[in-house]
């Protein structure tokens, strides 16, 4: 079984600081890792993802994650946080191989402070 | 190419009736999954599809919750009767590939279900 957790339901972050959204996972079996967001009155979209390879990851709009098996994190950051930033993001794992459901964390809220 | 595609976007319902939700996947994707975010709560596996077939349904949370996919393309999902505990966002996503890893999932908007 796999399981994801996310500290902080709300972060708050001043405009141009460092983004940083920590994600610890357990799993039974190698993980695919995700992290999503889902701006105001939209759906989740993919922010980036790490399956195999290169441990660090770099998706859409700046941001980054970093795979560190020994830590068993996967934990997302931007260098400069945009108001535009301001979303829900979730981290989620899959197993690499099994079932292929996701499991989520609870969420970080960002609030990006002028 | 056009999203997945959830409707309604809100519902309201009261406690004891019957609410049916629809997802139209990505053309051309064999996997569909529904999931569900309670409030304060993580979003939750409800069940996978693979083309009309139910994979893996182990995430309905009981006998209230039917979920079909007409020969292979959209699915509804339908709660009868709803319950207060009910509420929550409702996802739909869908895959081009059986494990996800490789192509991740794309979601749709959702939809907000509200039993009063």
């Known amino acids: ?114 | 190419e056009a999203g997945v595609t959830q409707f309604p976007s809100h519902s309201v319902i009261e406690k004891g009736q019957t609410v049916t939700l629809r997802c139209d996947p990505i053309s051309g994707h064999d996997n569909l999954y529904w999931y569900r975010r309670v409030m304060g709560k993580e979003i939750k596996f409800l069940l996978h599809f693979v083309k009309e077939s139910k994979q893996d349904e182990s995430g309905m949370p009981n006998n209230r919750f039917l979920a079909e996919r007409t020969g292979g393309t959209y699915s509804t999902l339908k709660v009868q009767p709803a319950e207060l505990e009910d509420s929550g966002v409702y996802f739909c996503a869908s895959s081009q590939d059986f494990v996800p890893g490789a192509y991740g999932y794309t979601f749709g908007s959702g939809t907000r279900l509200t039993v009063v």
């Open chain 1, 1 to 114: 079984a796999q399981s994801v957790t996310q500290l902080g339901s709300h972060v708050s972050v001043s405009e141009g600081a460092l983004v940083l959204l920590r994600c610890n996972y357990s799993s039974s079996v190698p993980p695919y890792l995700f992290w999503y967001v889902q701006y105001p009155n939209q759906g989740l979209q993919l922010l980036l993802k790490y399956t195999t390879g290169a441990t660090l990851v770099k998706g859409i709009n700046g941001f980054e994650a970093e795979f560190k098996k020994s830590e068993t994190s996967f934990h997302l950051t931007k260098p400069s946080a945009h108001m535009s930033d301001a979303a829900e993001y979730f981290c989620a794992v899959s197993p690499y191989y099994g079932n292929n459901r996701l499991a989520f964390g609870k969420g970080n809220q960002v609030v990006v402070i002028p």
